[in-house]
């Protein structure tokens, strides 16, 4: 299934859960939001499932609505992985004179929530803040089952589905702040995410997805997830080594080679350009920049 989160065009409307009836409609559910639907388990996509039998008339076209992130506004940080693609680890070495060597573990950091924005919406250049406004695409995981110390063996067991995410860096303040990177990540509106989360059920070859990023039609970023240095079990295993992980949590698992920064010469972000990142079976994002 293919759960979302929408609202009327109208300014001020609620936001209310969906899922996907077809390629142009949709039904709602009825529940509080996506994480209230997320923590009931079984039952909260049965509920899904039951309002996909309702009638025809019933359903709700997409495009007389707006779509929100499918977790507008997540309870923690989202989670994210650096350096999860050899290429792109090497393609930006020249920034890290003093890591040559792919790491043992992987590298984690945090994006705050209100970084979360919407799969068709602005992302702001906060002008006067960063000049160099990057892309990343990445495979977002959500949580669905609670577990500490979770064994990689049971790891795909807490995985509830899948998202599109691109995760907007401002490179130079990335830089500037002794090189921890949750400042630079961490800018409003630098996490769009969506269309919607496709169920686990509906993705049984995440290890085999094409991942992509075009700037204003030009492909910048076109790889495939089974080139992930530390696969999804791998990384749930290592995160929730000593932490909980709770159903609605988010992981971003890291981006392939193509990233603006690395290039000859750099490539930024700028106001008026459009981003799109698609992940193969999952979505596309199309965001504004400005």
């Given at each position: 299934?293919?759960?979302l989160t929408?609202?009327?065009?109208k300014k001020?409307?609620?936001?209310?859960?969906?899922?996907?009836?077809?390629?142009?409609?949709?039904?709602?559910v009825k529940?509080?939001?996506m994480?209230?639907?997320?923590?009931r388990?079984?039952?909260?996509?049965?509920?899904?499932?039951?309002?996909?039998?309702?009638?025809?008339?019933?359903?709700?076209q997409?495009?007389?609505?707006?779509?929100?992130?499918?977790?507008?506004?997540?309870?923690k940080n989202?989670f994210?992985?650096?350096?999860?693609?050899?290429?792109?680890?090497?393609?930006?070495?020249?920034?890290?004179?003093?890591?040559?060597?792919?790491?043992?573990?992987?590298?984690?950091?945090?994006k705050q929530?209100?970084?979360?924005?919407?799969?068709?919406?602005?992302?702001?250049?906060?002008?006067?803040?960063?000049e160099?406004?990057?892309?990343e695409?990445?495979l977002?995981?959500?949580?669905?089952?609670?577990?500490?110390?979770?064994?990689?063996?049971d790891?795909?067991?807490?995985?509830?589905?899948?998202?599109?995410?691109?995760?907007?860096?401002?490179?130079?303040?990335?830089r500037?702040?002794?090189?921890?990177?949750?400042?630079?990540?961490?800018?409003?509106?630098?996490?769009?995410?969506?269309p919607w989360?496709?169920?686990?059920?509906k993705?049984r070859d995440?290890?085999?997805?094409?991942?992509?990023?075009?700037?204003?039609?030009?492909?910048?970023?076109?790889?495939?997830?089974?080139?992930?240095?530390?696969?999804i079990?791998?990384?749930?295993?290592?995160?929730?080594?000593?932490?909980?992980?709770?159903?609605?949590?988010?992981?971003?698992?890291?981006?392939?080679?193509?990233?603006?920064?690395?290039?000859?010469?750099?490539?930024f972000?700028?106001?008026?350009?459009?981003?799109?990142?698609?992940?193969?079976?999952i979505?596309?994002?199309?965001?504004?920049?400005?």
């Amino acid at each position: 299934m293919r759960l979302l989160t929408f609202a009327a065009k109208k300014k001020g409307a609620p936001a209310r859960v969906g899922v996907m009836s077809g390629p142009e409609h949709l039904m709602e559910v009825k529940v509080p939001d996506m994480l209230a639907l997320i923590g009931r388990g079984k039952k909260g996509l049965d509920l899904a499932r039951t309002a996909l039998k309702q009638k025809s008339s019933k359903a709700i076209q997409i495009s007389a609505v707006r779509l929100l992130a499918p977790i507008p506004r997540p309870r923690k940080n989202v989670f994210c992985v650096g350096w999860n693609y050899v290429e792109h680890f090497e393609e930006g070495a020249k920034a890290r004179p003093n890591v040559v060597e792919l790491p043992k573990h992987p590298t984690f950091f945090t994006k705050q929530p209100l970084t979360v924005n919407g799969p068709y919406d602005r992302i702001p250049v906060h002008a006067g803040v960063t000049e160099k406004l990057d892309w990343e695409v990445e495979l977002g995981v959500i949580i669905g089952k609670a577990g500490i110390n979770i064994k990689e063996a049971d790891a795909m067991k807490h995985v509830f589905g899948y998202t599109v995410i691109n995760d907007v860096s401002a490179r130079e303040i990335q830089r500037q702040h002794g090189q921890q990177w949750f400042k630079g990540k961490s800018l409003d509106g630098h996490c769009p995410m969506g269309p919607w989360i496709v169920t686990a059920d509906k993705v049984r070859d995440w290890w085999d997805l094409r991942v992509v990023t075009r700037v204003n039609g030009a492909i910048k970023q076109d790889s495939n997830t089974r080139h992930m240095y530390f696969k999804i079990p791998r990384i749930i295993a290592e995160l929730s080594a000593g932490m909980t992980l709770e159903p609605g949590d988010i992981i971003s698992t890291g981006t392939p080679a193509g990233v603006g920064h690395a290039r000859t010469p750099p490539e930024f972000l700028k106001k008026g350009d459009l981003l799109e990142t698609e992940i193969a079976g999952i979505g596309l994002l199309k965001n504004p920049i400005g």
